[in-house]
């Protein structure tokens, strides 16, 4: 077949239907690429060795102390829940109650009194896993039961009965202030090690550890306990901070919820130590927006605390917290977690001074207020 010769206007139309149809190809198949990947976008995360939908998880505190309560976190979108903490004196008083036969409250700690003198009911302790055994059965998301304690005395018995209960792991929230004059480093960090120990005994459910700071070598440390055998440590542990009235002369709490910029320690020791454990790490504290969430899991966390965030926006937040997490994966071209986790970890950092004193240097030496 033979086509009459093009005249110059002809071949330009035709150059230009052939530019703009590739160009129409193009962004084609780029908004194709984006819907997928847009349906791609996977946050699930592995925790505990249990699935999370997601790395969220809202942590021990009042928000988390009724079932009605956790159904709404988890409608808000939250991947687990920890619930509100058992104190140990709670198990032992009531074991006492049931054994009639406890005289000397010589390890009952006296500042207890005060706590169960408040109105606390006696019958926390069943209350306690009547919660877990229903909240269990409203909810699909993990519940991680929480004690906290500061002993490895008769409690531990009671993590059996957690377990029984249904909960699908145990975070030890270790309330260890180094403020005992008695008692030297070794002793308190032994204590570490004991908990675990006698806890280990009484469950196979993963152990999650919530530590504080306050240790003398504190990367070591860390370390150390990942080699127990637990599933995970919680880093950190957030203690109410003392201040004083000066009319009273009494001291006060103060900041019981945390600020966005208390964000920097446990970024820096979950960057410092994801690569060097041989178990899972939660963050926890500061952690207010979605960017907070990324910043995390950057440092290598397999999964997010948040509990200050919740009191002051409402569980609704955490969809937002969600979502702007989605969009930013969106955005850098990341479908699943993995594909960015531990990234700005120390380990694999570029800069791993960036976590150490050189970088104090560079800071504080030029620092100018403006
Ligand atoms: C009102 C309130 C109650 C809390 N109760 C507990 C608790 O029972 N057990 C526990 O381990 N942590 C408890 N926490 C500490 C939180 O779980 C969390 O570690 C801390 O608030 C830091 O996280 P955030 O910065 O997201 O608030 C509580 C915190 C708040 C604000």
């Given at each position: 077949?033979?086509f ?5 206007k ?52 009042g ?19 920890v ?48 919660l ?9 998301i ?39 004059f ?19 005994k ?16 504190l ?59 041989n178990?899972d ?39 937002q917290m ?8 969106e955005?850098e ?19 791993p ?11 504080f ?5 403006e």
């Open positions: 077949m033979k009459p010769p093009l005249q110059s002809q071949k330009i139309l035709l150059l230009k239907a052939a530019f703009f149809g590739q160009f129409f190809s193009y962004l084609l198949i780029k908004v194709i690429t984006h819907q997928k990947n847009k349906h791609m976008i996977d946050l699930t995360t592995k925790f505990l060795g249990l699935t999370l939908r997601n790395p969220l998880i809202v942590g021990s505190c928000l988390t102390d009724s079932v009605e309560k956790i159904k709404e976190i988890e409608q808000a979108g939250a991947g687990a829940v619930l509100k903490s058992l104190f140990e004196e709670e198990i032992i008083s009531e074991m006492e109650e049931a054994m009639h036969r406890m005289t000397s409250r010589a390890f009952i700690y006296p500042e207890t009194f005060d706590y169960m003198d408040e109105g606390e009911d006696e019958d926390s302790v069943r209350k306690y896993l009547r877990i055994e229903e909240t269990k059965s409203a909810v699909n993990p519940v991680i039961a929480s004690i906290n304690c500061v002993s490895a005395q008769k409690w531990t018995y009671f993590a059996k009965e957690i377990q029984n209960a249904g909960a699908d792991a145990l975070e030890l929230n270790l309330f260890i202030l180094p403020t005992d008695e008692r030297s480093a070794e002793d308190n960090e032994k204590l570490y090690f004991e908990i675990v120990e006698e806890v280990q009484q469950v196979t459910i993963p152990i999650l550890l919530k530590i504080s700071y306050y240790a003398s070598n990367g070591q440390m860390i370390q150390k306990l990942s080699n127990t055998g637990i599933g995970g440590i919680t880093l950190f542990n957030r203690f109410y901070s003392p201040d004083f009235n000066l009319e009273t002369y009494q001291v006060t709490s103060s900041n019981v919820l945390s600020k966005p910029t208390d964000l920097s320690v446990s970024l820096r020791w979950i960057a410092v130590m994801a690569d060097r454990v178990c790490l939660a963050a926890s504290t500061g952690v207010h927006d979605g960017d907070a969430l990324i910043k995390q899991i950057l440092a290598g966390a397999n999964a997010v605390q948040v509990v200050s965030a919740l009191y002051k926006h409402g569980p609704k937040y955490i969809g969600l979502e702007d997490m989605k969009k930013w994966m955005h071209g990341y479908n699943k977690l993995d594909d960015f986790r531990g990234k700005m970890s120390q380990a694999k950092s570029s800069n001074a960036a976590y150490e004193r050189v970088q104090f240097m560079k800071n030496r030029h620092f100018i207020f």
